[in-house]
Nanobody
Framework: QVQLVESGGGLVQPGGSLRLSCAASGSIRSIFAMGWYRQAPGKQRVLAASISSGGSTNYANSVKGRFTISRDNAKNTVYLQMNSLKPEDTAVYYC??????????????WGQGTQVAVSS
């Protein structure tokens, strides 16, 4: 059994910063990619940022230059540093990871989501 536990969401004023964390635990043999998706009210869930096991990163155009994704492989943890936050960043943020447990295949795992609200 694998769990992804997120933390760090909350309410922040425009221009402020937040740091999200997501720790994976359980019977983990290997983690390939990790990432953060977000879902605004009434909209589809979309990728915000991702990072491979080797450290290659990918960002949605809307967050480039403001968000930074990083990971600590020793702790099976991924982070999302969010700076210069805008009201349009308001969403539920979900952690995602491709994880291999006992066998060779990777499966998709999701966290429970953490709310980020940007408002004055």
């Amino acid at each position: 059994q694998v769990q992804l536990v997120e933390s760090g969401g909350g309410l922040v004023q425009p221009g402020g910063s937040l740091r999200l964390s997501c720790a994976a635990s359980g019977s983990i043999r290997s983690i390939f990619a990790m990432g953060w998706y977000r879902q605004a009210p009434g909209k589809q869930r979309v990728l915000a940022a991702s990072i491979s096991s080797g450290g290659s990163t990918n960002y949605a155009n809307s967050v480039k230059g403001r968000f930074t994704i990083s990971r600590d492989n020793a702790k099976n943890t991924v982070y999302l540093q969010m700076n210069s936050l805008k009201p349009e960043d308001t969403a539920v943020y979900y952690c995602n990871a491709l994880i291999a447990t006992l066998g060779p295949d990777y499966s998709d795992y999701w966290g429970q989501g953490t709310q980020v609200a940007v408002s004055s």
